[in-house]
């Protein structure tokens, strides 16, 4: 048994666990923190993906010991962190996946989630390419990825003040979008103080 | 009962609202966030976790288990074997031939045979060690063929002493006279390998056996209600004393239909130690526990006209089902019963026999039973299209089955917008510019498809609704839907809401679902066969709508004014002919509450009297059929084989999308996994009976790296008994996805590959074979 001491979401940790145990572990079972997923234990999926230091870690295959004196980021860190730096509502990625249809099942969405921020947090206008690369660690067996990339696109068109990619769906019949993406204005939720 | 009656595909107060719109889900954010609760996220006071021993073997019999030892070690809770839960049971109640745990036989390497709670994983995992099984081994068939011929081995005990499972004969008119008849006639042989659902979250169950005697069973399931069926037969307990919760569930696909062995050895843990427990199955085990697409090996011929019209078509198919029945009986039928739409087919006949192998069972997966056939004869009639030197599209539209009409084998088609499909994908691509105009090493592939939105044959014979729904509405202005549908990621729960909402004039956000709940929620059927949106749709509005009656009355009769002046809408009730009236929702509610007491409503849905007048005609029949048209895209490389699938459009009628985000992303979704099984995916054992390689490194489903562009295009038929006119989406668009792409390959190179999936090896053997031009180019 060891004694951890951690700093995940911005708040300092102490846990006791077994010396082996992962990280993934250490937030589910020792912190309660159950939004990062376990979907296969050995690193293929990126479900258990957080953030260590602001780059994306498979936490299941991480000794929890080797975060210690690091920073760790995990889904459930993304909206009081936005908060805390000035943002209201969800963090604007989490909010743009909600958007754009990005969450079917939400299992893989964690690791995805963070996987994305840190992309747009490294590179705050991504080609379709990079996206792509660097997601490439995180399975989704719902959505086909394109909604996914179209929420990535949709926050670095957002901050760049520029109309969306078009969205890669519409009624038949229907022209082109040209970039219209369902919520674009008035529709984040609002947090209690602004209600 | 308002079961059957329909509620017309129009909007309550002439145009939509809600309906139509691509809001939000209602669960969108809490799983952006981690704030969704998933069944491994459970952990109760005092919780065991509990491991499965399972079979080394592939056939075998259990002549002796001794679990003294992993009783005796340290942590060790409860053990149990097929002995303690020894009744069989099967989802279809005519094939029962599992039992939770292997009673005297195995028939899988992987078959489960005995489990273990335990204080922690580690100790649990240490005591299945400890458990000693004595075997006899027994020759194990493998080769669907073998399981066919021989009889000196049967995996179960049969009347006939084989290993058939079901065998489906069934002929629609004189097929070989049709076919004689024919200008052209095709015939080959066409093979889809196994493919599994891979849902990124494995299966997972918790269970609690409270001091008063009432189970309670969380499970990552998708049909809650057959898993309650299923503890009370197996256990031996009476229904009402137990509680099936599905929490967010992370992905399916038919892979979570089943009972599962975890369920039943979670609940008998916790009933024998008296603490809670949980099973958490591996990656590893979930690749075992399978119950995914069945492989095919399918000869078909079909013969048409020399203007291309379709005389007849001829199928005969062997499926391989693994080790257990599963669904096997359904997947049988549905073999040949889904394919008889979008074309017509003057005469048709198929010969399915489904037969056992000692290879994890199969079971359904997304577009269950109809995939296989779907690409065998949409290849097949690429490839009639080429001897009559026609485009392909051409020739699928003048084929078309039609709208209101009844196929050969007797199921009733409403709505249809095929037509339309196939006239979105051919703009969209561009075909009438480049098809056959492409550089070779490049080409187009279009192939359409049809599929259920549920069926009306329920897996246990009864009369009662398929769906039912509950209302309660709040003073606070809030209103909650009860249903005992699952909603899986595709949803469904969203759905509801937006049905419920639109018909009481309600902000959507006001409405909250309650779903998959046994204690809270009434009977529905689950997530299977695309059923939901279609038959828990129509019970919402059936709900909603008798709700809507009280409000209207009580606010009308306050205003004393007659009802049809009273219209609830966006929030608000208003006086048509008053326009400075209005009241809030929550006032309205105040006023029901105050003149009818305290309120509430029920609705249900129940199909009509569907399907062809003979044995098996209802298996398939479903209220509405969704339609599909896909074109691919693909590059060929000739040096290496190599396959890319660089674009696909996909054309869905899904009738009305209550939601068309998630209709996008049901499309999507489905195309993409279609996708993979044409070219990536194949679940194969070796000759060991193990599993290739049961990870998700090893079996290939696809990463944001290897996805084609997409674009989907949304028809709306609007169906006359949907809900609002809706359809399925969740199914449909997988089909064509996997003969588009193959149609597509034969367009660029001129291989035309039969047997899935498509690989390298597959297309440079055509390619020193063929060396030859391509036909119709």
Redesign the interface.
């Known amino acids: 048994m060891k004694v951890l001491r951690l700093r995940v979401n911005g708040d300092e940790v102490e846990a006791a666990a077994p010396a082996h145990w992962t990280l993934l572990e250490v937030l589910?079972?020792r912190l309660?923190?159950?939004?990062?997923?376990?979907?296969?234990?050995?690193g293929?999926?990126g479900?258990c993906t957080v953030l260590v230091d602001g780059a994306p870690t498979l936490s299941c295959i991480t000794v929890a010991a080797l975060a210690e004196g690091r920073e760790v980021v995990?889904?459930?860190g993304?909206?009081p962190l936005h908060r805390k730096a000035g943002g209201s509502g969800?963090d604007p990625v989490?909010?743009a996946?909600?958007?754009?249809?990005a969450?079917?099942?939400?299992?893989?969405?964690?690791g995805m989630?963070l996987s994305a921020k840190a992309l747009l947090d490294r590179v705050p206008d991504p080609t379709l390419q990079q996206?792509?690369?660097a997601?490439?660690?995180?399975?989704?067996?719902?959505?086909?990825?394109?909604?996914?990339?179209q929420a990535v696109q949709l926050v670095a068109a957002e901050r760049a003040g520029r109309a969306p990619e078009p969205?890669?769906?519409?009624?038949?019949?229907d022209a082109p979008s040209g970039g219209e993406c369902?919520?674009r204005e008035g529709?984040v939720?609002q947090t209690p103080a602004e209600v | 009962m308002a079961a059957r009656d329909r509620h017309g595909p129009e909007a309550p107060w002439g145009e939509f609202q809600v309906v139509g719109?691509?809001?939000?889900?209602v669960?969108?954010?809490?799983?952006?966030?981690?704030?969704?609760?998933?069944t491994?996220?459970i952990?109760l006071p005092g919780m065991l976790h509990a491991k499965t021993l399972r079979s080394p073997h592939a056939h075998a019999l259990i002549k002796r288990i001794d679990v003294s030892r992993a009783l005796a070690l340290p942590g060790v809770h409860a053990v149990v074997t097929g002995r303690d839960m020894p009744t069989p049971y099967g989802v279809i109640p005519w094939t029962p031939d599992e039992t939770a745990l292997a009673v005297d036989k195995v028939r899988f390497v992987g078959d489960e045979v005995a489990a273990v709670a335990a204080v922690d994983e580690d100790t649990a995992n240490a005591a299945l060690d400890l458990i000693d099984v004595e075997y006899e081994v027994l020759p194990a068939i493998l080769d669907p063929e073998d399981a066919l011929r021989r009889k000196d081995v049967t995996i179960h005990a049969s009347k006939k002493g084989d290993n058939v499972s079901k065998h489906v004969r069934l002929e629609f008119g004189d097929v070989d006279a049709a076919l004689a008849a024919a200008d052209v006639v095709v015939e080959n042989d066409y093979s889809f390998q196994g493919t599994t659902?891979?849902?990124?979250?494995?299966h997972c169950a918790v269970a609690q056996f409270g001091a008063n005697g009432l189970l309670t069973v969380w499970s990552s399931t998708q049909i809650t209600h057959y898993v309650h069926r299923a503890l009370a037969r197996v256990l031996m307990l009476d229904p009402a004393r137990i509680r099936v919760i599905q929490p967010?569930?992370?992905?399916?696909?038919g892979g979570k239909s089943d009972p599962f062995s975890l369920e039943f050895c979670v609940a008998k843990l916790a009933m024998i130690s008296g603490r809670p427990v949980k099973m958490?199955w591996?990656?590893e085990e979930v690749f075992y526990a399978h119950r995914g697409r069945h492989p095919m090996r399918m000869r078909y011929r079909s013969g048409a006209k020399k203007d291309g019209t379709l005389t007849g078509v001829d199928a005969k198919i062997l499926i391989d089902g693994g080790s257990y029945s599963s669904f096997g009986l359904v997947t049988t039928y549905y073999s040949g019963q889904l394919l008889t739409g979008p074309y017509a087919f003057p005469t048709y006949r198929f010969d399915s026999t489904r037969v056992f192998t000692n290879k994890p069972p199969c079971g359904p997966k997304r577009g269950h039973g109809s995939v296989q056939p779907r690409f065998a004869f949409e290849v097949q009639f690429d490839e009639i299209a080429r001897k009559l030197g026609m485009d392909p599209i051409e020739i699928r539209r003048r084929n078309f089955v039609g709208e209101n009409t009844t196929t050969v084998n007797g199921q009733r088609i409403t709505s249809n917008g095929f037509l339309?499909?196939l006239?979105?994908v051919e703009k969209a691509s561009r075909w009438k510019e480049r098809w056959g105009k492409l550089p070779r090493g490049r080409g187009l592939g279009v192939a359409g498809s049809m599929y259920i939105s549920g069926t009306n044959y329920p897996v246990y014979p009864n009369e009662m609704p398929q769906a039912g729904i509950q209302i309660k509405v709040d003073r606070s202005g809030a209103v909650t839907v009860f249903t005992g549908a699952n909603d899986?990621?595709?949803?469904s729960n969203s759905a509801v809401a937006t049905l419920v909402a639109e018909e009481l004039g309600m902000d959507h956000r006001d409405v909250r679902v309650v779903s998959a709940d046994t204690d809270l929620c009434p009977v529905d059927l689950g997530a299977y066969s695309s059923r939901i949106t279609f038959m828990v749709g129509n019970a919402c509005i059936d709900a909603a709508r008798k709700l809507r009656g009280q409000i209207v009355a009580a606010v009308a009769a306050h205003w004393s004014v007659a009802p049809e002046r009273v219209r609830m809408i966006g929030g608000a009730v208003l006086d048509l002919g008053d326009p400075s009236r209005s009241l809030t929702s929550r006032e309205a509610f105040h006023l029901a509450e105050t003149k009818f007491e305290t309120l509430g409503a029920t609705g249900s849905y129940n199909t009509p009297t569907l399907g062809g007048d003979y044995r098996g005609g209802t298996i398939g029949a479903s209220p509405a059929y969704s339609f599909t048209a896909h074109i691919a895209e693909a590059t060929v490389d000739e040096e290496t084989g190599r396959v890319d699938v660089v674009k696909i459009w996909c054309?869905h009628d899904c009738g009305r999308?209550i939601n068309?985000?998630?209709v996008?992303?049901q499309?999507?979704?489905s195309?993409?996994?279609g996708a993979a099984e044409a070219v990536m995916e194949e679940h194969e054992m070796n000759r060991f009976a193990l599993h290739a390689g049961p990870?998700?490194?090893d079996y290939r489903?696809?990463?944001?790296?290897d996805?084609a562009d997409?674009?989907?295009?949304?028809?709306?038929s609007v169906d006359p008994e949907g809900p609002y006119g809706a359809k399925e989406a969740g199914e449909g668009p997988l089909h064509s996805a996997i003969p588009a792409i193959a149609n597509a390959v034969f367009d660029a190179v001129g291989v035309r590959v039969r047997d899935l999936p498509i690989t390298p090896a597959k297309i440079l053997k055509g390619l020193r074979a063929a060396a030859a031009p391509i036909p119709g180019r």
Request: proline share 6%; aromatic share 8%.
């Open positions: 589910r079972y309660g923190l159950t939004g990062s997923k376990q979907g296969c234990d050995k293929d999926c479900a995990t889904i459930e993304l909206m969800p989490q909010d996946f909600d958007r754009c249809g969450l079917q099942c939400g299992f893989c969405q964690p989630l996206i792509r690369e997601l490439a660690g995180n399975l989704c067996r719902c959505t086909g990825y394109t909604q996914i990339f969205q890669s769906w519409r009624r038949a019949g369902p919520f529709t939720p | 719109k691509a809001n939000r889900k669960d969108g954010l809490a799983k952006a966030t981690g704030e969704a609760i998933y491994d996220d952990a659902h891979t849902p990124i979250e494995p967010c569930l992370g992905g399916a696909f958490l591996t990656r339309a499909c006239d979105a899986i990621g595709q949803g054309a999308a068309p985000l998630l996008a992303g499309i999507e979704g195309t993409y996994m990870s998700l490194l489903i696809p990463t944001s790296m996805v997409f674009e989907a295009f949304i028809v709306e």
